[in-house]
């Protein structure tokens, strides 16, 4: 008895628009326009739709239930309610320790991507590109030598490696995902949000971004609020090891039973 609309991403499929131009903000408005959509249809109660997105798409399902007072409720699956300076740094330190990482190598690595971001904002653009080429300057002179024989021309890896750093920090969403604070959004929703996140989550670090999530929906008053941490999940819902963003092509291509276990528990709950 639940209908779910899906649609593809700009530019993808039978999807106009141009995402490398596009923020999240354009987003959410598409996915508004699907929200209109649905509730324009006979088949669909219109006062029962609501919103699922996972990563950033639980960051925009907050900016439309922010500002839209039809939305019935809010899934978040793994969205963010930090800004989004704060969730990349702390990716650096998870995909440090996933990786084998010690917990001095990820402090350093969070120490190093906090530098970058510290300056991306500011759009201190020259400076940027001095730090990223120095950092990858002295992380290609580390590799073994065999490693630096394979590369060739290191001086024109580095370059090339810079100029594709560059162009995402540059880029419309990347600028914007680093000001927004999701926070702001979750503190005006008032309506049933449901909360799921992964333990082994190394994209948006459970422990923190539950805690906001709880904050930001405590100032808008709301009393209908379930957030759970299924402690094997990563980022994608799948039964993780490490978590590592390297481990998902290894891993059963499946949402955990845990997880779906708990959306349809609540769902069912919640839609009348």
């Known amino acids: 008895g639940v209908a779910v609309l899906r649609y ?3 530019g993808v499929g039978k999807s106009t628009g141009d995402p490398t131009t596009a923020t999240s903000a354009d987003f959410a408005d598409d996915a508004e326009a699907g929200f209109v959509y649905l509730q324009g ?3 669909i109660d219109a006062k029962q739709v609501g919103l699922l997105g996972h990563s950033e798409g639980g960051l925009i399902a907050a900016m439309i239930a922010a500002r839209n007072p039809d939305v019935a409720f809010v899934v978040s699956m793994a969205g963010t309610a930090l800004p989004g300076s704060a969730v990349i740094e702390q ?8 990786g ?24 201190d653009w020259a400076a940027l590109q001095t730090l990223l080429t120095e950092v990858l300057q002295k992380q290609v002179a580390d590799l073994p030598q065999a490693q630096q024989d394979a590369i060739g021309d290191l001086d024109a890896a580095v370059q090339q490696q810079v100029e594709t750093q560059m162009q995402i920090f540059r880029s419309p969403w990347y600028q914007f995902f680093l000001k927004h604070d999701p926070a ?7 309506v049933p949000v449901l909360g799921l996140y992964g333990g082994k989550d190394t994209q948006v ?12 929906l405590d100032e808008a008053g709301n009393l209908d609020v379930t957030i759970q941490v299924l402690p094997t999940a990563n980022h994608l819902f799948q039964e993780a090891k490490t978590g590592g963003v390297d481990e998902y092509p290894t891993l059963k291509p499946h949402l955990m039973a845990e997880f779906l276990n708990a959306l349809s528990q609540w769902l069912t709950a919640h839609i009348h």
């Open 100 to 123: 084998g990482g010690t917990a001095e190598q990820a402090a350093a690595a969070a120490t190093q991507q906090k530098q970058d971001l510290d300056l991306a904002p500011a759009e």
């Open 41 to 43: 249809r006979d088949d």
């Open 8 to 10: 593809d991403d700009r």
């Open 205 to 216: 670090d459970a422990t923190s971004n539950t805690e906001a999530l709880q904050t930001a």
């Open 184 to 190: 702001t959004d979750w503190a005006q929703i008032a």
């Open 91 to 98: 990716q650096a330190r998870g995909l440090t320790l996933a």
